[in-house]
């Protein structure tokens, strides 16, 4: 079965530490989201990738986090320096859309973030 | 305002009850919709899209109503199985997907 792969599946780091999460998407998909889930915010869109080019990154705080594509196997995820707030599960989830597609949306397992 | 309101419950139900959710959305563009049912510190995934004309599947049944934005999920039958939380999406052009925070379901013997 094809299937999203995020790493680390855990990570517990301290305040002021860099934080890199990875996603490897669905071969052949086209488009990659980046999501973080919390019990009081839900899932809130982080940004996504079309084609790897940025499309929409308004969700993430720009001052600490920063999102790439290098090649179309690998998505990432930085935060530098990273704070208590931001402990969270971090989902990453492709898609193959535009023309006839569903855009059915496919996660990953989630990366689960714990900020001392 | 998040752009997708859901009631988070928990909505408690016996088995065999008949449950329905509803998700409003904030704007008007949006043009499509989806449920997805995540189950505890697992991911989302996609239980059904949310058309026009309405659409059934199985026990779930999804509607939209555009005039007063929001859409529907009724579960009838409902099975221990059925417990989750259920999450309403609504996508901008196929591309940008908006997440409710989840209507959480209990399915009790």
């Known amino acids: 079965d094809a299937r999203v792969t995020q790493t680390p599946r855990h990570k517990v780091t301290e305040m002021g530490q860099e934080v890199t999460m990875r996603c490897q998407p669905i071969?052949?998909?086209?488009?990659v989201f980046w999501y973080r889930q919390t019990m009081m915010q839900g899932l809130e869109l982080l940004a996504y990738f079309r084609n790897r080019a940025p499309l929409d990154d308004s969700g993430m705080p720009k001052d600490r986090f920063s999102a790439e594509m290098p090649d179309a196997t690998l998505a990432t995820l930085k935060i530098q320096p990273s704070e208590p707030r931001d402990s969270a599960v971090y989902f990453c989830?492709?898609?193959?859309?535009?023309?006839?597609?569903?855009?059915?949306?496919?996660f990953g397992e989630g990366s689960r973030l714990t900020v001392l | 305002r998040k752009e997708v309101e859901q009631d988070p419950g928990p909505f408690n139900v016996p088995e065999g009850a008949t449950v329905a959710f509803n998700c409003t959305y904030s704007n008007s563009a949006s043009q499509s919709f989806f449920w997805y049912r995540q189950d505890c510190r697992k991911e989302p995934k996609l239980l059904m899209s949310v058309y026009s004309s309405g659409n059934e599947d199985g026990r779930f049944t999804a509607q939209l109503n555009r005039a007063s934005q929001y859409i529907s999920l009724l579960i009838r039958d409902s099975k221990l199985s059925d417990s989750a939380t259920y999450l309403c999406?609504?996508?901008?052009?196929?591309?940008?997907?908006?997440f409710g925070s989840g209507t959480k379901l209990n399915v009790k013997p």
């Open positions: 989830a492709s898609a193959q859309t535009g023309g006839a597609n569903t855009g059915e949306l496919f």
């Open positions: 999406v609504w996508g901008v052009n196929f591309n940008k997907f908006y």
């Open positions: 071969l052949g998909h086209n488009t």
